[in-house]
């Protein structure tokens, strides 16, 4: 069974991973999906679904790293419109 | 530190209030020597109570966490309120320390981040890491 405080650092984890993308869509992206997901499953109490949760979590951890690597090489050449102050 | 600031403003103070100021200043700070000449931007002769967070910041982390929170805009904030208590679970809480971080342009570390529950902790949290970072 997976430990609350391991959950709540994965979280952060994911979000700190997610604010370094230079692309706005990207980043707005990933911190708008963990938070669901994780609310989604909040109330799981089987340990067997927790744990499937904490890996899926872990997996997807994995993929914005790799995938940061990637959008770091190649950053946009102007900003986003979302991103310029009115 | 806001002792240190504020006995840096009773020398700063004309003569005329500084009396008053200074008798007032210095009941709570009695172990008070010369001020190291540290410059903290120090705007007004504020009477600093509570212990090394400016009023301008925990103004500024209880907008945000209302905002997180989604909480109408005359409940009461106070410096001493706990997230939990304003209906905040863990979630919430990481949420709000995310926003905080990218408002202040800090970084907070994890074990930092766990011990955070009211919003004073905040701010005196955000403090230190904003004095610490322009010296590096």
Sequence with gaps: MVAKCQVISLCRSLLRAGCKYPDYNIREYTKRRTLDGFRMNKNLTDPSKVNDAYAEGKEQLEVVERVLKVYLAYPPKTKNIMELKV | ?136
């Design chain 2, 1 to 136: 530190m806001a002792s240190l600031s504020a006995t840096s403003l009773s020398f700063k103070a004309p003569s005329i209030q500084s009396t008053r100021i200074s008798q007032v200043l210095r009941k709570p700070s009695s172990f008070q020597s010369i001020s190291f000449g540290g410059f903290q931007s120090s705007k007004s002769l504020r009477l600093q109570i509570s212990c090394a967070a400016k009023p301008e910041t925990v103004q500024k982390v209880s907008d945000i966490v209302k905002e997180q929170l989604a909480l109408s805009a005359d409940t009461a904030l106070t410096a001493e309120s706990k997230f939990s208590a304003l209906g905040a679970d863990s979630l919430d809480t990481v949420e709000i320390v995310m926003a905080l971080e990218e408002k202040f342009n800090i970084s907070v570390e994890e074990s930092d981040a766990q011990n955070i529950t009211t919003i004073q902790e905040a701010a005196d949290l955000i403090e230190d890491l904003v004095q610490k970072k322009p010296a590096a």
